[in-house]
């Protein structure tokens, strides 16, 4: 947890804010306290996604279908105000590690009888929520908090639900793969409706990672998808695994969900331990909650004689006779991420039907799911997320593309791409037309974000021919290029670049040092997120170029349009509240970090021209 910074807010609702405890894609979290005194995690969402209609309808969907969950295994919502000018939610905050820190850096694989345990309290909770008619998704080791009370299950990941019930009950199908490789289930590997036995999957592949230090399946760092063609296909590493708790980890490792137990029968079948954690564990949490109430009664908000441009902004170049212009564009200090972060509690779902369709897992009770989507018809080969050149060379790009693809049947719109020029960014969603073993074609698309606003038209046709498992040859029209495989995911900015960097000052054009500011802070998440914040600070002018004692004050923001061997970005926006007539946003660029003297540099540079890059150190 950190301070909380001069721009954020000192309450919530009835709830006194007490310090950060992250910023994610939808929003800020803080660590606070209700009025009666107990610890909550609030979520405030972005200002930009609030003007959203659409986002906030389903930001409401979403809260008061956590509230049907109720708090059994996970963590209540105790208060929200979805039409507030910042949404915001709160939930029960829970004092514990996550079990892959537990197993992954501090302990090693627990012992079989807290093993048992651990899988009927996940058990019981996820026959809660599946009860409220929630499927979590997103079952894996970081989302499992250890408390003295038994497991709870975290993170509500509002910004992964991408399934929708529709008018008649049944489950909207997008054809997006929804979940953390290593941890998936087969039918999510595929693409196909989940139902609660993807979930009991899920579960096995925990309680085999809590036994054995490892994931059954393999990380993400022999490649995604190798990874995810074992959940698919291959029988799970259960090395080492302790004989007295192979007969139920197996049996919810079964390919066929049908086959699966369902969490009700888990519950059912095994005893819960009390204590249910080892000595050690036990005393780690009493460290934890002691370090929760120094930092609580620590805690305030931090006085600025001049409060700073608020979250989302960046910051172009000064217009000073007395200085050459510099490019704003290298200034970045990052909005927003990807994804809400893992600190506060709740549970990531989608909906599935109370009835109707054919038993699709959790069938053994009388519970049915929904009707399997046909088989995707994109090959493995394909998958993931591609970037190539178009105009320029890979070390001095004028115009970049990038398609990122998840499986889908075909007419599905399962393929994003983003498209960055000098002056313009535009991300689209195109529909899969046909696919074989070397080839895939994208047909119709929809623009989904354009920078300037209502600027981009969809793009055309488009085709990618398979040359290599890391290389693909695309073309629409007349146009061809080489496109490079790349990281995909929710967070795809290489950590070099993440922080804050400073431009240190030039005494021969700025006399007064000290009234010079220019830093960049990228922030880890997504390609399409406003990643990027640029914050600029110059003395005023006369017209003669003398300093006088005003201030001008700059903020832009920029969204991450690609993360291959350069970071790209798109046209800087504006901050209407630290904006100045002086300020000058910038097109696009690209960001490099370069190793001078013995440390890192950022460097910036137009992609509409060439020139000179602006330069930044570590903050």
Excluded at 58 to 82: H, I, K, N, Q
Excluded at 358 to 363: L, P
Excluded at 569 to 596: A, F, H, K, M
Aim: proline share 8%.
């Amino acid at each position: 947890m950190e301070s909380l910074h001069a721009e954020d807010p000192v309450s919530v609702g009835p709830f006194r804010l007490i310090g950060r405890l992250g910023v994610g894609g939808m929003g800020r979290v803080f660590l606070a306290r209700s009025a009666g005194g107990r610890t909550v995690a609030v979520k405030v969402v972005h200002a930009e996604l609030a003007a959203q209609d659409e986002f906030r309808r389903r930001f409401a969907r979403e809260v008061a279908a956590l509230e049907r969950v109720g708090g059994t295994g996970t963590a209540p919502v105790l208060g929200s105000d979805t039409t507030a000018e910042s949404p915001w939610v709160a939930i029960g905050y829970v004092p514990g590690p996550s079990l892959r820190t537990v197993v992954g850096d501090e302990f090693g694989p627990l012992p079989p009888a807290t093993v048992r345990a651990l899988a009927s309290g996940l058990a019981r909770a996820l026959d809660h929520i599946h009860a409220a008619g929630l499927v979590h998704r997103d079952l894996k080791p970081s989302n499992v908090l250890l408390t003295v009370d038994g497991p709870r299950i975290i993170d509500f990941g509002i910004a992964r639900a991408v399934d929708h019930v529709a008018e008649g009950g049944d489950l909207t199908t997008t054809g997006a793969v929804v979940g953390s490789p290593g941890f998936m289930s087969p039918e999510q590997v595929r693409g196909d409706q989940v139902s609660p036995a993807s979930d009991v999957f899920c579960l096995g592949s925990v309680l085999a990672y809590a036994a054995t230090g490892r994931a059954p399946f393999g990380t993400a760092d022999s490649g995604v998808h190798a990874t995810m063609f074992r959940i698919a296909h291959d029988e799970p590493d259960l090395t080492d695994l302790p004989p007295e708790l192979s007969g139920l980890i197996r049996a919810c490792l079964a390919k066929d969900p049908a086959a699966r137990p369902t969490a009700t029968e888990i519950v059912e079948t095994l005893p819960v331990a009390d204590p249910w954690l080892p000595a050690d564990v036990l005393a780690r949490l009493g460290r934890h909650a002691a370090q929760l109430l120094e930092a609580e009664g620590s805690s305030a908000p931090p006085v600025s004689e001049t409060p700073p441009p608020p979250t989302g902004a960046a910051s172009p170049t000064p217009t000073a006779p007395a200085a050459p212009r510099r490019r704003g564009r290298t200034a970045l200090l990052a909005a927003v991420t990807a994804l809400v972060v893992v600190a506060a509690a709740g549970v990531a779902y989608t909906y599935w039907p109370k009835s109707g369709g054919t038993t699709g897992g959790g069938g053994k009770n009388g519970t049915t799911g929904p009707t399997r989507a046909a088989a995707g018809i994109v090959p493995a080969a394909f998958l993931g997320a591609w970037e190539g050149v178009l105009k320029g060379k890979a070390d001095a790009p004028y115009e970049t593309s990038r398609i990122e693809i998840t499986q889908g049947a075909a007419g599905a719109k399962a393929a994003v791409y983003t498209h960055v020029t000098g002056e313009q960014l535009c991300i689209g969603r195109a529909t899969l037309i046909s696919a074989t073993d070397s080839e895939l074609v994208l047909g119709e698309a929809e623009i989904t974000e354009s920078v300037p606003a209502q600027r981009c038209t969809p793009a055309a046709r488009q085709t990618l021919t398979l040359r290599s498992t890391d290389v693909v040859e695309w073309g629409s029209g007349v146009a061809r290029a080489t496109f490079q495989r790349v990281k995909a995911g929710a967070d795809v900015v290489p950590a070099a670049y993440v922080g804050r960097w400073k431009q240190a000052p030039d005494t021969v054009t700025q006399p007064d040092p000290d009234r010079w500011t220019y830093e960049v802070t990228i922030t880890q998440g997504p390609v399409g997120a406003p990643l990027v914040r640029f914050e600029q600070a110059y003395p005023r002018t006369d017209d003669e170029g003398n300093p006088l004692s005003g201030t001008v004050r700059c903020a832009t923001t920029a969204v991450v349009g690609g993360a291959g061997s350069l970071l790209v970005i798109g046209p800087e926006t504006r901050d209407p509240d630290t904006w100045d007539p002086d300020c000058v946003e910038n097109g696009s660029s690209n960001l490099r970090i370069v190793r001078y003297q013995g440390k890192d540099r950022l460097q910036s540079y137009g992609m509409s021209a060439d020139g000179e890059p602006a330069e930044f150190v570590r903050d």
